[in-house]
């Protein structure tokens, strides 16, 4: 086994090689760009070395550099990860040449799956099952077309040198053909420098499984049975899980041996995924196979309890499969959820920005001490490459973290998924945690009814407004901005002061509020009262006034309220004037419209203090020659029973005090005289 590697990644794959680096006593080296220099991976790992800046060209794809780096370091191997260098023939010959070994397949074997008609032929040799279609050399247009019609429409084409779903068309009729032809060919020819097509019958409403499959370099290969990926948007996998639910004992066994035949096929050494097309009657066609360790892999380490790195580790360097086929056994389900920093509401841009408060649910992170069997036995797994305070950049994939729950059975999973999804809090970019709890609820992927047209059949549903906990979560906020209003905020202020001095006294308070819904959107203001009177409190909003109690929770951020007859429990974190509140399984954010600023900003700069209302002068806070701060309260008025604080609008010195307590005073008069510095 080796004793150093190098990781040649970022995000929370370094962070799980390293993990298992750890624990089989492996040091390993990180990589890091400028834009990472804090990142979480570098400090998974034992050493690190800078190799450039921020963007991927600059670092992550920079073959010689890393490779220096592995020489520098005494790195015996490379794990590449996924994406970045992870199939890049390039990047695993100069491995070889260096005498590093690549944890990976042979160059020779990324090549063969590298071309999809090169890959369909040798498929078609080893008897994989292929889509009806032609994958062949001779690309004259007018074959083509014969062939499309010989197949029957529809059809689709594919770019040869395409994958993940780019350089697709798909062609209805006949007289389509030759333009739909001509189109494909320019986009691929543009996209992958390489124009060749094949064509394959175009089927409705496929799933997409795959299978995980194993080989060492003594001729063993097994398969780690099958994942269902069908949840996708746009060719992003959504939510993944294993076994893929519904098949058939014979179905399974087929599948995982045809895609060990694949992997026979190309020599394959290593973790490799075969990915196959499902018709609804349980038909699977050979699509392509990814010569890499997968982002969904977890799904199989949970029902398998194998730890596929420590499987790549022992395969690379030169030790025989750990299990036979045999010995592999699959227990209960799991499924993953991709946690992304993006923006539903905005076509599912990517979101970046400072993870202000990030919160996941009780789980195991992947670490030194959770190998996979250990995580096997906590249901919930959490795999992040990012923690609160850091950054999510416009450089890189724009994950947060994988969620992987583990269930004895797909209900069990589903239940425990959702209420882990529940528990996500993040402050900061948008996140599709909501999106995916609405997919996890959903009807057809509650009855495993699933297929890669999911999402958009379903786009309405997945996308309608649900009904939030709002009045809850607005006594939380209030509770937490009058916890904060009540002390520590502005230390010993005088309006400190006041909420304790007229606390028998009975008085009402106006909080300014703005709700700020998911899809950013900000609502109109409104305001709630909130009312003591001895022991008595209560909050007015929307003109219905309910008793109110609050109290500061154990945990930090913790609040408990009453609010009528409903109760929550829930963490309100403050990020300047935005309230977030997470309770109840939902997350609500409120703008606190502060209107004691707002009063002061009115009368910015003019040094004048008038009345915004008539009502009564019911406390003076100044005294003439007192030094004020911008936004210092220095008058309390009492209208229509409910209580206004006037600020200073800017910092200054009061000259002048012109009314005192119990006076009555006309809407606009002047309180007070504030000499502006
Ligand atoms: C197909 C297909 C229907 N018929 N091939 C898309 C990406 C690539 N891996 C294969 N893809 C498809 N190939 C035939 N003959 C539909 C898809 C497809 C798809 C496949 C898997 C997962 C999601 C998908 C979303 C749209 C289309």
Not at 87 to 115: K, L, Q, R, W, Y
Not at 134 to 152: C, F, K, S, V
Not at 361 to 372: D, K
Not at 618 to 636: H, M
Request: aromatic residues 6%; charged residues 20%; hydrophobic residues 45%.
């Amino acid at each position: 086994m080796f004793n150093k590697i190098l990781i040649a990644n970022r995000g929370e794959i370094a962070c799980r090689v390293a993990a298992t680096c750890k624990r089989l006593g492996i040091a390993s080296v990180a990589v890091y760009s400028d834009a990472d220099a804090d990142a979480k991976h570098v400090s998974a790992c034992d050493e690190a070395v800078h190799i450039g800046g921020a963007t991927a060209a600059e670092s992550y794809l920079r073959v010689a550099r890393i490779i220096e780096a592995a020489r520098a370091t005494g790195a015996q191997a490379v794990h590449p990860g996924y994406g970045f260098l992870s199939e890049n023939e390039d990047f695993a010959h100069a491995c070889e040449a260096a005498g590093i070994v690549f944890i990976g397949p042979p160059v020779e074997a990324i090549a063969a799956m590298g071309s999809k008609a090169a890959a369909k032929a040798l498929m078609h040799a080893a008897a994989v099952p292929l889509v009806p279609g032609y994958h062949g050399d001779d690309q004259n247009p007018e074959l083509l077309h014969r062939e499309a019609d010989a197949i029957g429409y529809p059809v689709l084409l594919k770019a040869s040198a395409g994958g993940g779903g780019k350089g697709m068309r798909v062609v209805e009729r006949s007289e389509d053909f030759l333009a739909a032809l001509a189109s494909c060919k320019r986009e691929a020819a543009s996209s992958f420098g390489n124009d060749r097509v094949l064509i394959e019958k175009y089927l409705t409403r496929p799933r997409h499984v795959e299978v995980q499959v194993f080989a060492d370099r003594h001729g063993g290969a097994v398969y780690l049975f099958d994942r269902d990926c069908s949840v996708q948007r746009r060719h992003q996998k959504v939510l993944e899980e294993a076994p893929a639910p519904g098949l058939s004992a014979r179905i399974k066994r087929e599948m995982g041996e045809a895609a060990v035949a694949a992997a026979r096929a190309v020599n394959y050494v290593g973790a490799g995924t075969v990915e196959f097309i499902m018709t609804a009657t349980g038909d699977f066609y050979f699509m392509e196979m990814n010569t890499r360790l997968q982002v969904e892999h977890p799904v199989t380490e949970m029902i398998t309890g194998q730890d596929l790195v420590e499987w790549q580790l022992r395969v690379a360097a030169g030790q025989p499969l750990p299990l036979t086929q045999d010995q592999l056994k699959i227990d209960g389900h799991a499924i993953e959820a991709r946690i992304y920093a993006e923006h539903p509401a905005r076509g599912f841009l990517p979101s970046t920005g400072t993870l202000k408060h990030l919160r996941m649910p009780e789980g195991v992170e992947f670490t030194i001490h959770a190998g996979a069997g250990e995580s096997r036995k906590a249901p919930v797994r959490i795999d992040s490459g990012v923690r609160e305070g850091d950054t999510i950049t416009p450089f890189y994939d724009p994950m947060i973290a994988k969620l992987i729950v583990h269930g004895a059975t797909r209900e069990e999973a589903l239940a425990r998924m959702s209420r882990a999804l529940h528990a996500c809090e993040v402050v900061g970019p948008h996140t599709n945690v909501e999106f995916l709890q609405r997919i996890v609820e959903s009807e057809p992927f509650a009855t495993g009814d699933l297929d890669t047209g999911l999402i958009e059949r379903h786009h309405e549903a997945l996308f309608a407004s649900v009904k939030k906990p709002f009045k809850e979560a607005l006594a939380l906020a209030c509770a937490a901005l009058l916890t904060r209003e009540g002390g520590t905020a502005h230390g010993a202020s005088p309006w400190d002061a006041l909420s304790h001095w007229r606390l028998n006294s009975g008085f009402t308070q106006t909080l300014g509020w703005l709700a700020i819904e998911s899809s950013g959107e900000t609502g109109s203001p409104f305001t709630v009262a909130f009312a003591r009177d001895g022991a008595t409190q209560t909050l007015e909003h929307d003109g219905v006034r309910e008793a109110f109690s609050w109290s500061s929770g154990a945990g930090l951020h913790e609040y408990r309220a009453t609010i009528g007859d409903a109760r929550a429990t829930g963490r309100v974190f403050i990020d300047g004037d935005t309230f977030h509140v997470f309770c109840l399984g939902h997350a609500l954010a409120f703008e606190w419209q502060n209107l004691l600023a707002h009063a002061a900003d009115a009368e910015h700069g003019e040094g004048r203090l008038t009345a915004p209302m008539p009502g009564k002068v019911i406390a003076v806070l100044v005294e003439p020659g007192a030094v004020v701060e911008k936004g210092t309260p220095l008058i309390v008025m009492e209208a229509m029973k409910m209580e206004h604080t006037i600020g200073a609008p800017a910092a200054g010195t009061v000259s002048e005090v012109l009314y005192a307590v119990g006076d009555q005073v006309a809407d606009g008069a002047q309180l007070l005289v504030l000499d502006v510095q």
